[in-house]
């Protein structure tokens, strides 16, 4: 299992942008495949993203795409979320996930998880 720790997130008017990092521990993150989840208050976790371990596959929710970037730099043991044109309904709890099956991450049945990352997106 690898350590993941988010950052980046905060407060940003509707229309605007914010790029989430999420820092993994380890020297084997190039075999882990990585995915962003969010949770808004009283709803469950969803899928947001998720990247293939060389970065060349990517996997966006349907809510999300078009909007959202999600890359990797594996020498630096780091994937972004860059999101834009933020609405309020964006708003959230977002957490990173590993895990070495890409499947897992699109699942949310993974091994590793970051502590989370507020975004709140005003009208």
């Known amino acids: 299992q690898v350590q993941l720790v988010e950052s980046g997130g905060g407060l940003v008017q509707a229309g605007g942008s914010l790029r989430l990092s999420c820092a993994a521990s380890?020297?084997?993150?190039?075999?882990?495949?990585m995915g962003w989840f969010r949770q808004a208050p009283g709803k469950e976790r969803e899928f947001v993203a998720a990247?293939?371990?060389?970065?060349?596959?990517?996997v966006y929710a349907d809510s999300v795409k078009g909007r959202f970037t999600l890359s990797r730099e594996n020498a630096k043991n780091t994937v972004y979320l860059q999101m834009n044109s933020l609405k309020p309904e964006d708003t959230a709890v977002y957490y990173c996930?590993?895990?070495?099956?890409?499947?897992?991450?699109?699942?949310?049945?993974?091994?590793?998880w970051g502590q989370g990352t507020q975004v709140t997106v005003s009208s």
């Open positions: 380890g020297r084997t993150f190039r075999s882990y495949a």
């Open positions: 996930a590993a895990d070495t099956l890409a499947s897992s991450v699109v699942s949310g049945r993974v091994g590793s």
């Open positions: 990247i293939g371990w060389s970065g060349g596959t990517t």
